[in-house]
């Protein structure tokens, strides 16, 4: 399965991994897939998956002659993803390449995204979004510009229990079929992390098409949506969002096609408090009257505030807090508290965070699974 160019040779193709799956509970043994798509076709457990250059290569194997060899898959059906060795990871296409290599100490190993232990200050938002990440709540932060809400925002995904081998295969399969391209072609390692920016039309977020293709909500499935300066999308941008929030699907009905695709994610959305932005700031002063900023407020309906469980008011910093480090103890110091009883539960529990650093990703990640198996077996 693959694309035929005019010289022999076969292009990688959208939809591998589908294709796969399909051909598994079809019954076949064998699939022969261009080499680009092989990889990722091969994480299908009981299917020989071979990958090839040229159509020479697939008559040769037609034939039996040796000399092509079916490619192992990118890790033991049954080892956790949390166990694989190094390899090169997939970055969030909203994410610079540099993330994940000069976070230094205390960064999650090979991590996409940035490490909480970067966030100077913001204890209570640092708080609230470790619940929202133990109990998969949508959070709604609203404060001045440069508070930092979009940066915590792309360091939530570290904090995030790591994807179980269904999930990747369901999150690469849904990537996949979008046709997007990523270094490595095997499963993915890492929550995806979406950021559409506020212009982004209807489809783009919902998915679509001529050829139906998986949008910005679909693509997030199983990771976290993001959607900065919340207000300025469009209103039907945004009521999109109430189907997809209630049941963790997207249904697409064109005139050509209808498809359900999945959408379970976890919707972090950002807003100033005001249409200037410095309502309530205690050195700014607000250039806004109160018609405005109702009518500001009002863009968000009802019924999407109310899907979104955890609203939080973030405040800006101080410059000199920021130089003197007040507060950045505040979020270790939580976490010193409950290790004691995560090690009565958990047995041991690795300290990968330097004593100078405020708390890092891994051990906010790793109390975050702690209470999801809390909730499991309640």
Not at 139 to 165: D, H, Q, S, Y
Not at 176 to 185: D, L
Not at 262 to 281: D, E, I, T, W
């Amino acid at each position: 399965m693959g694309e035929l160019a005019l010289d022999g040779t076969l292009r990688p193709v959208r939809g591998a991994l589908s294709m796969a799956l399909h051909a598994q509970e079809q019954g076949f043994e064998r699939c022969v897939f261009p080499l680009d798509s092989a990889k990722e076709a091969a994480v299908v457990d009981g299917l020989q998956v071979y990958g090839v250059t040229h159509l020479a290569q697939v008559l040769d194997l037609m034939h039996g002659h040796p000399g092509i060899n079916p490619l192992s898959p990118d890790q033991p059906p049954d080892q956790p993803l949390d166990q694989l060795p190094n390899q090169p990871l997939d970055l969030p296409p909203d994410l610079p390449a540099e993330l994940g290599k000069e976070h230094g100490p205390g960064s999650v190993p090979g991590s996409a995204y940035p490490d909480f232990a970067q966030v100077r200050g913001q204890a209570q938002a640092r708080r609230a979004l470790e619940v929202a990440a133990a109990g998969g709540h949508n959070v709604l932060m609203t404060g001045p510009p440069g508070a930092g809400k979009t940066f915590m925002a792309k360091c939530l995904p570290g904090i995030l229990p790591l994807l179980t081998r269904a999930e990747a295969i369901e999150t690469t399969r849904i990537w996949s079929v979008a046709g997007i391209p990523r270094k490595e072609q095997g499963l993915m390692r890492f929550r995806p992390f979406r950021a559409p920016h506020h212009t982004a039309s209807i489809v783009s977020l919902t998915g679509g098409g001529a050829h139906a293709r998986p949008g910005e909500i679909s693509l997030a499935h199983n990771g976290v949506l993001y959607l900065d300066e919340l207000p300025e999308f469009s209103t039907a941008a945004l009521e999109v969002l109430r189907q997809p929030l209630e049941d963790g699907t997207i249904r697409i009905s064109r005139a050509g096609y209808k498809v359900d695709y999945p959408a379970r994610f976890m919707l972090v959305a950002s807003m100033n408090p005001c249409p200037c932005g410095f309502y309530g700031h205690p050195s700014r002063d607000c250039v806004c009257v109160p018609y405005q900023i109702r009518r500001y407020e009002n863009k968000i309906s009802g019924p999407l505030r109310d899907r979104i469980d955890i609203h939080l008011m973030v405040k800006a910093v101080d410059v000199e807090d920021l130089i003197a480090g007040v507060g950045v103890q505040v979020g270790a110091q939580s976490g010193s508290r409950s290790q004691s009883g995560s090690r009565s539960r958990s047995g041991s529990r690795s300290q990968s965070c330097p004593g100078h650093l405020p708390e890092c990703s891994e051990a906010i990640r790793r109390r975050v699974e702690q209470a999801r198996l809390i909730q499991q077996e309640r």
